[in-house]
């Protein structure tokens, strides 16, 4: 039963972090988009990590981030494997496609990146700097996934939601997904919940920070127009 729970909950975190992002890019603008090159960058390379598995035995001892191995490449590439199974496997992938492009159409393709790479290594530094863990115990990815960065990244669009939105409903979806991710690492240590929360608060500080760029960018072109 616990293990039903923990992965309902899963999904449902995610499903909230998607219709966050369809809400602040435009459901209705989707197909007129363009292609989000960023997105299919990292599935791309996310679906080769899961075909070279299938042909390399070795792949999971060789590329995972076991701690009890060395390799300093190994907390990047441990992200492009999976080991979740079948199901598992092709949840990480659809999630990762789907996110990264709203991120992309959002945030912009840069950036998007940035904050995927920054889901990869920021978490476990965050939770041995906090004292919750001895190093990256609390990384949903096991050793090995994309769900990690996928779940940071998806809940930069529920930040970007709640500055876009003033509808009550709208709202308590975007605020849902940091207090549901809250809730769900403190009452079932689910790491997927936590890195929602780093993600959410990341968003945060890069909206701020565009935001701030954008008016002072704005503030010059005016005082230029006044000067002309």
Not at 51 to 71: C, E, H, I, K, N
Not at 134 to 156: E, I, K, Q, V
């Amino acid at each position: 039963m616990g293990a039903i729970v923990f992965n309902v909950t899963t999904a449902a975190l995610m499903i909230m972090m998607v219709n966050c992002g369809l809400g602040v890019v435009g459901r209705d603008t989707v197909r007129g988009r363009p292609i989000p090159w960023a997105a299919v960058i990292l599935t791309a390379i996310a679906v080769g990590g899961v075909l070279l598995q299938m042909v390399w035995s070795g792949a999971m001892p060789a590329l995972d981030a076991d701690p009890t191995r060395s390799g300093w490449w190994r907390e990047f590439t441990s992200v492009f494997l999976q080991n979740g199974g079948v199901f598992g496997a092709l949840w990480n992938l659809v999630t990762l496609a789907v996110v990264a492009a709203l991120a992309q159409w959002y945030w912009g393709g840069p950036l998007t990146l940035g904050f995927f790479v920054a889901g990869i290594v920021l978490p476990g530094r965050i939770d041995s700097l906090l004292g919750f863990a001895d190093g990256p115990s609390t990384d949903p990815r096991n050793f090995a996934g994309s769900s990690g960065a996928t779940y940071f990244l998806g809940a930069t669009l529920a930040l970007a939601f709640l500055t876009r939105t003033r509808l009550p409903k709208e709202l308590a979806l975007a605020i849902g997904v940091p207090v549901l991710g809250l809730a769900m690492w403190l009452a079932q240590d689910n790491g997927h919940g936590l890195v929602s929360v780093y993600g959410f608060a990341l968003g945060g500080a890069a909206w701020a920070a565009r935001t701030r760029w954008r008016g002072g960018n704005t503030n010059a072109n005016r005082l230029i127009e006044r000067a002309r």
